[in-house]
């Protein structure tokens, strides 16, 4: 099962730039693995974030990216201290979900990659 998943930084701050950003594609990737599951595209805004991942079926939307979001967290905040000061926690705790099987997959990656000339 595909996933379309967008999230925010708290207040919607722009802190997704730079190497914080850099950082973030790379732990996303990484948990993801851990989880088996397979990031199909991710592209990273100053002030969100669109995953488009194929899932496990034993796991659940909300616990893909509690994980995703819960360790990108972590880590970022402990990397980048000034996160910690600028924010009481990195990430909201809403986010935007949209199931998709095949048919609409190319879809949906051509959308998330389109996002960064808007």
């Given amino acids: 099962m595909g996933y379309h ?3 925010c930084p708290k207040y919607r701050r ?11 594609k790379e732990l996303v990737y990484e948990r993801a693995e ?3 599951c397979k990031v199909i595209t991710l592209e990273v805004m100053p002030d969100h974030v669109h995953l488009f991942i194929q899932g496990d079926p034993e796991l659940t939307p909300n616990k893909i990216i509690g994980k995703i ?3 990108t967290s972590h880590e970022l905040r402990r990397e980048f201290k000034e996160l910690t000061t600028r924010l009481p926690t990195l ?5 935007f979900i949209s199931t998709h099987g095949h048919v609409l997959d190319k879809t949906i990656q051509k959308y998330i990659e389109e996002q960064k000339g808007v």
């Fill in 5 to 7: 998943f967008v999230w």
């Fill in 14 to 24: 722009k802190v997704l730039v730079g190497d914080v950003a850099d950082r973030l």
């Fill in 34 to 36: 851990m989880m088996g």
């Fill in 69 to 71: 979001k819960g360790y």
């Fill in 91 to 95: 990430w909201t705790w809403r986010y």
